[in-house]
């Protein structure tokens, strides 16, 4: 099953701050983030592996809990730039070359 | 820079014919999967080849197939299209093809079946 996102959309002023989460069923090894503007392929944000880890560069950052395979995206003070569609990509644990399993999307609008 | 390229940019075909999508790896990735994003939803995995051989496989039916060739290309062959085959596909490539390894993806082809 493809991981739940939420919230489905979200609107903010330049400089607000927003979470994404990113909730599977299943056994993790790793979350990985991606941002993908109308049009264009997805750019990659960031990866955590299991273990409970966090992670983060320049205002955007993450966290990856591993008991409820739960992880979400923090935007800080967000720019317009930041506006997109955000996936979350899960790979399962225990092996077996499955790909990435994405979620449905956050839509992201950033206005002035 | 990912360095991962996809042709062609735009496709059309009819419903019933056969088409290729071509992608070319980042130097050195051993690994490439693809993925089809219908409109408004997320990727989709297809397969996965490493190291010339198919790896791993989503819930996709046979009449899609690929190939990989040592040069770090691609393809990725769909026969007797359906309507349902419109969307978006891209190709990732990565170092290994597990373990939590960083996926890029190619700018994507979109075909479009009439």
């Known amino acids: 099953q493809q991981p739940v996102q939420s919230p489905q959309a979200v609107i903010l002023r330049e400089g607000e701050d927003a979470v994404i989460n990113c909730s599977s069923s299943k056994a993790l090894y790793s979350v990985h983030w991606y941002r993908q503007k109308h049009g264009e392929a997805p750019v990659f944000l960031m990866i955590l592996l299991k273990g409970g880890e966090q992670k983060g560069h320049d205002k955007i950052s993450a966290s990856f809990n591993e008991k409820k395979q739960q992880s979400s995206l923090y935007l800080t003070a967000s720019q317009l730039s930041y506006s997109g569609t955000y996936f979350c990509?899960?790979?399962?644990?225990?092996?077996?070359?499955?790909?990435?399993?994405f979620g449905k999307g956050t839509h992201l609008i950033i206005q002035p | 820079e990912t360095g991962v390229t996809q042709s062609p940019t735009h496709l059309i075909k009819t419903r019933g014919q056969q088409v290729t999508l071509r992608c070319s790896s980042q130097s050195g990735h051993n690994t490439v999967s693809w993925y089809q994003q219908a409109l408004g939803q997320g990727p989709q995995f297809i397969f996965q080849y490493y190291r010339e051989e198919e790896n791993g496989r989503g819930n996709f039916p046979p009449r899609f197939s690929g190939l990989q060739f040592p040069n770090y290309s691609s393809e990725l062959n769909v026969n007797a299209l359906e309507l349902d085959d419109s969307a978006l596909y891209l190709c990732?490539?990565?170092?290994?093809?597990?373990?939590?390894?960083?996926?890029?993806f190619g700018p994507g082809t979109r075909l479009t079946v009439t």
């Open positions: 990509g899960t790979e399962k644990a225990g092996g077996g070359a499955d790909g990435l399993t």
């Open positions: 990732a490539s990565s170092d290994e093809p597990t373990g939590g390894y960083e996926q890029y």
